[in-house]
């Protein structure tokens, strides 16, 4: 099991060529608005999809906060 703490840091978006190791950036992709689609993390220097298992409202919600939307 996975858990998302947004650290002071957070943020949306291509990372700097040099991210900060204390840093999570989190984009969405492959949805018809900008309020869908499958959540990426950048991790170990690639982006990859978030597995969606386990993943419930309430992490929802936070990538929602993550990304500016509301929960």
Do not use: K
Request: charge should be negative; glycine fraction near 10%.
């Amino acid at each position: 099991i996975f858990s998302i703490t947004a650290p002071a840091g957070s943020s949306v978006g291509p990372p700097p060529s040099t991210p900060a190791p204390d840093s999570v950036y989190l984009r969405l992709v492959g949805g018809n608005t900008a309020y869908e689609g499958r959540v990426e993390l950048f991790a170990f220097n690639q982006w990859g999809t978030v597995c969606d298992d386990h993943f419930n409202i309430s992490d929802a919600a936070v990538v929602c906060t993550m990304l500016g939307y509301q929960p």
